[in-house]
């Protein structure tokens, strides 16, 4: 019952930042966990980030730890993802997700509803 828009995506150069953003429809926001995935050309979908309900706990692939931040603003329904230092790997349509109860913040399964995906590419 919640709809996921992301926005932000485009091109930049290696080294540089993107603000990724992820508007949710649904009155109810504050109680999904939201999730950030990507698919590179070829690859198959892999997790990101993700925040948890309350915002008090996060959690980052070992490819973007120390580079991305992920963060959540209940007031506009809106999960963000702060991307910096960005690599030609990262090059990928990212993917936002949420669900109400989670086993495994990695998992695709644990997420019920899904957004269209942006696409950001990163020059060499």
């Known amino acids: 019952q919640v709809q996921l828009v992301e926005s932000g995506g485009g091109l930049v150069q290696a080294g540089g930042s993107l603000r990724l953003s992820c508007a949710a429809s649904s009155r109810t926001f504050s109680s999904y966990a939201m999730g950030w995935f990507r698919q590179a050309p070829g690859k198959e979908r892999e997790f990101v980030a993700a925040?948890?309900?309350?915002?008090?706990?996060?959690y980052y692939s070992d490819s973007v730890k120390g580079r991305f931040s992920i963060s959540r603003d209940n007031a506009k329904t809106t999960v963000y993802l702060q991307m910096n230092s960005l690599k030609p790997e990262d090059t990928a349509v990212y993917y936002c997700?949420?669900?109400?109860?989670?086993?495994?913040?990695?998992?695709?399964?644990?997420?019920?509803?899904w957004g269209q995906g942006t696409q950001v590419t990163v020059s060499s």
């Open positions: 997700a949420a669900g109400i109860t989670y086993s495994d913040y990695s998992k695709e399964h644990e997420y019920t509803h």
């Open positions: 925040i948890s309900w309350s915002g008090t706990n996060s």
